[in-house]
């Protein structure tokens, strides 16, 4: 099936500093979605995108699905400590719409 | 407005016993997922029901795992017996229509086989 690969898989960051992670596949996504995972809880949805070249932001999230519908990129600004988590990127494939989910990127920041 | 309800949030078996999982979706989603989360990893999807229906059950290893939507409201997932490499989360998701990609996830059951 289709993989998307994240990176990094984990992050130490400062509090305030800006953080950006990427999600890339083999195979064209028509929808990019991002989630973020709090120990202990489910995915929460943080962004769509549906549009090639678009970018959405959420508060002081702001995400890119890539021109070649290959990948998308998140960027956290002014992080704070409760941005703690593991941020996923998926996307639907197949004809069944499955939802196929990167490994994640652990996220950390420090105070 | 609830979310996804899941129960147990905890469960701890001895190999070889049952174990169920409980899921009750938003209100209105007729379509519900049941993932398996490993540790460090994505969630991965076992099967997915359009109300009662099962229309992608291609994941779900059937010797042990079974589910049920009877009402096409709750769900059930079933594992016996279960095994040592079943620990993992499992994570119940509902969306509004089949072809919706915006799933909202419950909190997850967290499975330890002993």
């Known amino acids: 099936g289709q993989q998307l690969n994240q990176s990094p898989q984990s992050m130490f960051i400062q509090e305030g500093e800006d953080v950006s992670m990427n999600c890339t596949s083999s195979?064209?996504?028509?929808?990019w979605l991002w989630y973020k995972q709090d120990p202990g809880e489910g995915p929460v949805l943080l962004i769509a995108?549906?549009?090639?070249?678009e970018l959405t932001s959420n508060g002081r999230l702001t995400a890119q699905f890539g021109i070649t519908r290959k990948d998308s990129f998140l960027n956290i600004s002014a992080s704070i400590p409760s941005d703690v988590g593991i941020y996923f990127c998926?996307?639907?494939?197949?004809?069944?719409?499955?939802?196929?989910f990167g490994s994640g990127t652990q996220l950390t920041v420090l105070p | 407005e609830a979310g996804v309800v899941q129960s147990p949030r905890y469960k701890i078996i001895e190999k070889k016993q049952p174990v169920a999982f409980w899921c009750n979706p938003i209100?209105?989603?007729?379509?519900l997922y049941w993932y398996l989360q490993n540790l460090g990893q994505g969630p991965e999807l076992l099967i997915r029901?359009?109300?009662?229906?099962?229309?992608?059950d291609s994941q779900l290893p059937k010797d042990r795992f079974s589910a049920e939507r009877l009402k096409g409201v709750d769900s059930t997932l079933k594992i016996q017996p279960a095994e040592l490499g079943d620990s993992a989360v499992y994570l119940c998701?509902?969306?509004f229509g089949a072809g919706s990609d915006t799933q909202y996830f419950g909190p997850g059951t967290r499975l330890t086989v002993l």
């Open positions: 995108l549906y549009k090639a070249g």
């Open positions: 209100s209105g989603h007729n379509t």
């Open positions: 998926a996307g639907p494939s197949g004809s069944a719409r499955q939802l196929t």
């Open positions: 998701a509902s969306s």
């Open positions: 029901y359009e109300n009662e229906e099962a229309v992608d």
């Open positions: 195979s064209i996504f028509n929808t």
